[in-house]
């Protein structure tokens, strides 16, 4: 269509005044909000899914630029009437009772986005996206970079950062900066400095392939193949024994079977675990010894332990000691399966206008903790106990929940309590379904 046609069909158009929008505008974000979440978790939307959506977002767009030329073309004629906002994003346009696109939900969709990466892209490209240190040597990652691409988690709120990692070449918001996406100082893990021999604090490839290998297997399988490979029957491995043991389960995993052929990666062997690891498990090379089941279990429950104190220095991005109700529910539905993980996000949202935040309690650490070893890890006796309960006639009621946890050694709040009965209790009955619950609460996807 020539330019000439195209302003004498607008001059055609009927003036639409601000109220007129408005009423357009919140219709179409009405209509993307809807259709968005469903796009998202879904792995094939459909083709007039997708085209209405496209459409939707494509017909705002055109109204408000249409409104620029309104109001540059009619002000000799219109000029009280077409006050049309000049609106870059829709936060500026005065009047709004909502912010079009805002963090909030710019959020949301980064971490659908970034839960599917986790499941279903390779581990090169899993590293690359949660790795915030890029150097001439190559790629790394800290220690809470490990954390966010083992495990699912919100952004923590009050923070300035929408999500977890960049891909090469992508465009970063102007408060996205290192120290957001880095964390507080303090947040350096005193763990994993144990096996860094050149103390730059970073991870490499190998060594991220080496631990994402371990938080993905259950101790089940962990176990059977550690006496798989004791050929010898003497309950412990050499380290040759150690190396054939771990590029086995390696392999036996979608997150760790990676080759490290990746742009920036500067890796060709990701079984190449550092020398810094192998002396920590095996001692030095000078007087080395094996390693026992035993020491490598107990190996394995440090790590899950330091995993789960940097994802609560993740949510205490201001270093204070202790975070936020909502924060402790988000953390509590992060696990949950990606088709319904927006109604897991609803409920969480609901938690400040509910009774329990008008306390203004907070969980602390060691709260936190408490309830990761008891709920955040598959196996653990606490969730034994509540299935057998709830087997045999038994009811999951806040009561027992409390004393069963205290019996575990799990010194929980009321609060956290709370959350999970307003999460989890949705027709308000006072009882939980222990499936339902530990299906979202086991997180390691």
Known sequence: MQHGRTWSLFNQVPVIFPSQFYQFFDSAISLIR??????????????????TFTGS??????????????SSRKSEVHSSHCAWPHVASASEGHGLSFVFLSPEYRRNVFFVYEKRLRVHSPPEKVFEYFSSVKLSEGT????????????PVFQPI?????RSGYLGGEHKDAA???????????????????????????????EYIFFI????LSESEVK?????FDQDSSGKLCRDEFIAMMRAMRRSTSRGNGSGL???????????????????????????????FEQFESFLLRIKNEIDSLEFQHYDFTDCGSISIQDFGYSVVAGANVRRMQYFIDRATRIVSSDICTSGERINKDQFMAFCRILKHEGAEFQTIIKKHVQGGGKLTKEYFERIAMECGAMLSPAQIDVVFFIFDVDGDGQLSPDELLDVTCRLE
Request: a negative charge; glycine letters at 10%; hydrophobic letters at 40%.
């Open 57 to 70: 977002c494509s017909a705002f767009g055109w109204v408000v630029t249409s409104g620029e030329i309104c």
């Open 224 to 228: 059977s193949t550690f006496q798989k």
């Open 213 to 216: 290998t371990l938080l993905s």
């Open 34 to 51: 809807t259709l968005e979440p469903k796009l998202i978790t879904s792995h094939h939307p459909t083709r007039l899914q997708l085209a």
């Open 158 to 162: 009050g923070s300035s950062v929408i």
């Open 176 to 206: 996205e900066t290192t120290k957001g996406v880095l964390g507080p100082l303090s947040s350096r893990s005193i763990f994993f400095e144990l096996f860094d021999t050149d103390g730059d604090g970073l991870i490499s490839f190998p």
């Open 262 to 292: 990746r742009t920036g990666l500067k890796t060709t062997d990701p079984d190449a675990i550092g020398n810094g690891l192998v002396q920590y498990l095996f001692g030095d090379p000078a007087n080395e010894h094996k390693l026992s």
């Open 140 to 151: 790394f990652m800290t220690s809470l970079d490990l954390m966010r691409a083992a495990v």
